[in-house]
């Protein structure tokens, strides 16, 4: 079983910054491919971002350039990067990893853009 407990969301102006943070307990998160999914009111699920085990990364086209994911593993804990927003970024952010038989959620945080 794996727990994941993000924080770091907030309201923030045009072109403001949030960094997201996703802890994750009980199993090995070293390994653990971990990533941050969106969803806006009336839209599907969206995946942003996402770090593998050895540190390699994914990030949608939509925020490239403009969000980093990173990962601290002593700390068990991943972050989402997020400069320049923008009100399309407003969403409920939902940190993830796969799992088996189901994926790992976490709750969500609400990250509100104003413009």
């Known amino acids: 079983q794996v727990q994941l407990v993000e924080s770091g969301g907030g309201l923030v102006q045009t072109g403001g910054s949030l960094r997201l943070s996703c802890v994750a307990s009980g199993n090995i998160f070293s390994d653990r491919i971990v990533g941050w999914y969106r969803q806006a009111p009336g839209k599907q699920r969206e995946l942003v971002a996402s770090i593998n085990g050895g540190g390699s990364t994914y990030c949608a086209d939509s925020v490239k350039g403009r969000f980093t994911i990173s990962r601290d593993n002593a700390k068990n804990t991943a972050y989402l990067q997020m400069n320049s927003l923008k009100p399309e970024d407003t969403a409920r952010y939902y940190c993830?990893?796969?799992?088996?038989?189901?994926?790992?959620w976490g709750q969500g945080t609400q990250v509100t853009v104003s413009a």
């Open positions: 993830w990893s796969p799992g088996i038989p189901s994926n790992y």
